[in-house]
């Protein structure tokens, strides 16, 4: 066409096809040498080598400073006779479980107060984490009372050494309770008296097999993974052979009953049975560590956005269902990790249970150190068994807050 320029003119079908830019990238090359994550690895290398030979000059200057003084480091009075009784202990044999006599050595009386010191652990754990849960959704309730009776509680609690309150514990509440003949019970299921305190228990009938008492933990197995699922169809799927196996339980004879207290003389049969000390440490432990968990909720939940509630209030959900279903999920997430520190100190603060007399591990320590004179190598089996109990609670809040992540807790 006469008086069009070159860039004027129409351009063919094949011009306006879009083509892709030729890439100028250069391809990878041989993989380089990292010195950054050598030096890394290296300088970590060095502090574990540097805490390990420190530890090692420690260890050879006490072997040595105790063989100055004719005492040889040595580790086989653990099997020597304890000759002593302990209040409440269990050991585990290979026979099953039984109560600790005084013709078991240290070691099995040892074991008897690690396993008095992870029971104290495990049901102070749970207590606390419920009343602390309760604590602190009181704490930022529209309810002017509620709020500041747990406030009170939170601080009052907080504010007060634990030593002492055990002490009130146990000398102005356990042991101010009626005796046991006189003592009342509550709904016909628990009695509180100076004796201990006795509540419902599961006792073994008999009755059932060992393929009954299989099906009937593969049922609560299956329930506590069902409880977990995150959708109705996993949950169904889970729920199915869980009914199929208590089915089965019951079919097979049922290995166990709820069994409720019941005073006869002197003595209690039936249910269990808590020691004075025990219950006193229990409440002290719980109330102590639940007033810490309050503050840790209570700032979790106040951390949230806003528009989480005013989201849930929109869509017409009352408060008890936006707590439940929307804030609660998301503070779990945040707050495992501080759970963690108050459950590793709970653990080791059980120690004070020796204030009271409750054969705890550091109780039982004391006892086996005096008639043994074995002191040393009895605070390093001490300090072994604690450093056990942090390390597994600690790995299994780990894994329960990785499992979380997992399912969005992590953006």
């Given at each position: 066409m006469r008086g069009l320029r070159p860039r004027d003119q129409p351009k063919s079908p094949?011009?306006?096809?879009?083509?892709?830019?030729?890439?100028?990238?250069?391809?990878?090359?041989p993989p380089q040498f990292n010195v950054r994550r050598l030096t890394s690895w290296l300088r970590q290398v060095a502090v574990v080598a540097a805490a390990l030979a420190v530890l090692a000059w420690l260890a050879i200057s006490i072997r040595a400073g105790l063989a100055r003084n004719g005492i040889s480091f040595n580790m086989g009075f653990l099997f020597?006779?304890?000759?002593?009784?302990?209040?409440?202990?269990?050991?585990?044999?290979?026979?099953?479980?039984?109560?600790?006599?005084?013709?078991?050595?240290?070691?099995?009386?040892?074991?008897?107060?690690?396993?008095?010191?992870?029971?104290?652990?495990?049901?102070?754990?749970?207590?606390?984490?419920?009343?602390?849960?309760?604590?602190?959704?009181?704490?930022?309730?529209?309810n002017w009372l509620v709020r500041q009776l747990s406030f009170g509680l939170?601080?009052?609690?907080?504010?007060t050494p634990l030593l002492i309150q055990l002490v009130f514990w146990y000398f102005a509440v356990i042991l101010k309770m009626p005796?046991?003949?006189?003592?009342?019970?509550?709904?016909?299921?628990?009695?509180?008296?100076?004796?201990?305190?006795?509540?419902?228990g599961?006792?073994?009938t008999g009755a059932g097999s060992i393929w009954s008492v299989w099906c009937l933990l593969l049922c609560v197995l299956m329930v506590i993974r069902a409880a977990s699922a995150s959708s109705a169809r996993h949950r169904l799927f889970l729920a199915i052979p869980a009914v199929a196996l208590l089915a089965a339980?019951?079919?097979?004879?049922?290995?166990?009953?709820?069994?409720?207290?019941?005073?006869?003389?002197?003595?209690?049969?039936?249910?269990?049975?808590?020691?004075?000390?025990?219950?006193?440490?229990?409440?002290?432990?719980?109330?102590?560590?639940?007033?810490?968990?309050?503050?840790?909720?209570?700032?979790?939940?106040?951390?949230?956005?806003?528009?989480?509630?005013?989201?849930a209030s929109a869509l017409g959900m009352p408060r008890g269902r936006?707590?439940?279903?929307?804030?609660?999920?998301?503070?779990?997430?945040?707050?495992?990790?501080?759970?963690?520190?108050?459950?590793?100190?709970?653990?080791k603060t059980t120690s004070l249970g020796i204030a009271v007399g409750f054969p705890d591990l550091f109780n039982v320590y004391g006892t086996v150190a005096n008639q043994s004179g074995r002191n040393l190598e009895?605070?390093?089996?001490?300090?072994?068994?604690?450093?056990?109990?942090?390390?597994?609670?600690?790995?299994?809040?780990?894994?329960?807050?990785?499992r979380l992540l997992r399912k969005g807790g992590a953006k």
């Open positions: 094949m011009d306006q096809i879009a083509m892709p830019p030729i890439s100028t990238v250069e391809p990878p090359g020597g006779a304890a000759n002593f009784d302990i209040a409440e202990g269990w050991v585990v044999t290979r026979d099953g479980i039984r109560e600790f006599v005084a013709s078991d050595t240290n070691a099995e009386a040892l074991l008897a107060g690690f396993i008095n010191t992870v029971k104290t652990s495990l049901v102070s754990i749970a207590l606390a984490t419920a009343l602390g849960v309760i604590l602190g959704v009181a704490r930022i309730s529209r939170v601080e009052l609690v907080r504010n005796a046991l003949t006189e003592a009342s019970h509550w709904f016909g299921l628990f009695i509180f008296s100076q004796q201990g305190i006795y509540i419902p599961l006792q073994a339980t019951f079919a097979l004879g049922f290995p166990f009953k709820l069994e409720s207290p019941e005073a006869s003389g002197a003595g209690v049969t039936g249910g269990v049975a808590m020691s004075p000390e025990f219950a006193a440490l229990l409440l002290a432990l719980s109330i102590y560590t639940a007033a810490f968990i309050a503050e840790i909720v209570r700032g979790a939940i106040l951390a949230l956005p806003r528009g989480q509630w005013e989201a936006v707590l439940a279903d929307v804030v609660l999920p998301q503070v779990y997430r945040v707050v495992l990790p501080a759970f963690a520190n108050q459950y590793i100190s709970l653990a009895g605070v390093i089996v001490v300090m072994l068994a604690y450093l056990a109990l942090s390390w597994a609670i600690s790995g299994a809040v780990n894994v329960l807050n990785a």
